[in-house]
């Protein structure tokens, strides 16, 4: 719902302006309304987080988030997810994937990028990045779409098994990409949590860097380590609503997962 112009909320409460821009922006700083850049000051919905398990489940391999996990756990939740098809490119790496890769800069990698959705919202931006050696025994990295039963399952058919991952997590600021796709503030109140994934063979070649960005408001994130029981308090409706951009962390990071 739109909340009334700045002018017909001085005329209706009978306040100047500089009351009615200060009300706005408390209200504003305690997340009741949101502002969008030549549309105007709407009141905020009631949303309820995705929770994504960034882990994998030891007794089933499923987990991870990452293509038919992702969808099969948002689905399990009782939402509709989606996704465009993976735009490919080949591309040569800069110094930032070459590093995380260690591969030599300039070197060829093939790129899949993905827009993935929940409830035909835009939930997240995943890009995946691998030496572009490696098709030479995977040769369909490199084709258009999707590959059916996930990247990494297909690897492993082809005798490049991911045998781990790690994962490094930050909250920073959007881009102006992100802000146009998240359609998110411009005053860069609400910031996207960006998650780099590395991608290990099992003799500990880096085969795989995956960064996905999601709107770090509308996400939970749950790590499980150990021998921990899975709760189902960790669902959509059960963490406090403080930890609504959070991560929970119930307790090792096992091989699974898929990526575009």
């Not at 572009?132 to 996930?150: F, K, N, Q, T």
């Not at 380590?225 to 962390?249: K, Q, R, T």
Request: proline share 5%.
């Amino acid at each position: 719902m739109r909340v009334p112009t700045e002018d017909q909320l001085m005329a209706t409460y009978v306040a100047s302006r500089n009351t009615v821009r200060g009300a706005l922006k408390e209200l504003t700083i305690r997340g009741f309304v949101y502002t969008l850049h030549g549309k105007g000051t709407f009141v905020s919905e009631r949303v309820i987080p995705i929770v994504t398990t960034l882990t994998v489940d030891p007794k089933t391999g499923a987990g991870g988030d990452e293509g038919l996990v992702y969808t099969g756990e948002v689905a399990a939740s009782g939402r509709s997810p989606s996704a465009d098809e993976p735009r490919v490119e080949i591309r040569k790496a800069d110094t930032a994937v070459a590093h995380l890769l260690r591969i030599s800069e300039g070197t060829e990698i093939i790129v899949r990028h993905q827009n993935r959705y929940v409830d035909g919202l835009p939930w997240s931006l995943q890009t995946s990045y691998y030496p572009r050696s490696l098709s030479h025994r995977a040769p369909r990295l490199l084709d258009a779409g999707s590959v059916e039963e996930g990247t990494v399952a297909y690897m492993a058919e082809c005798g490049i098994r991911q045998a781990g991952y790690q994962d490094a997590i930050q909250w920073r600021a959007p881009d102006q990409d992100e802000i146009a796709y998240f359609d998110l503030p411009v005053d860069g109140r609400v910031q996207v949590t960006e998650i780099r994934r590395l991608a290990f063979d099992e003799n500990q070649n880096r085969v795989r860097l995956t960064i996905t960005v999601y709107r770090a408001d509308r996400n939970r994130f749950v790590l499980n380590v150990g021998n921990a029981p899975i709760s189902e308090m960790f669902g959509n409706h059960d963490l406090p609503s403080a930890c609504a951009a959070g991560l929970v962390i119930m307790g090792v990071m096992i091989p699974g997962g898929e990526a575009p």
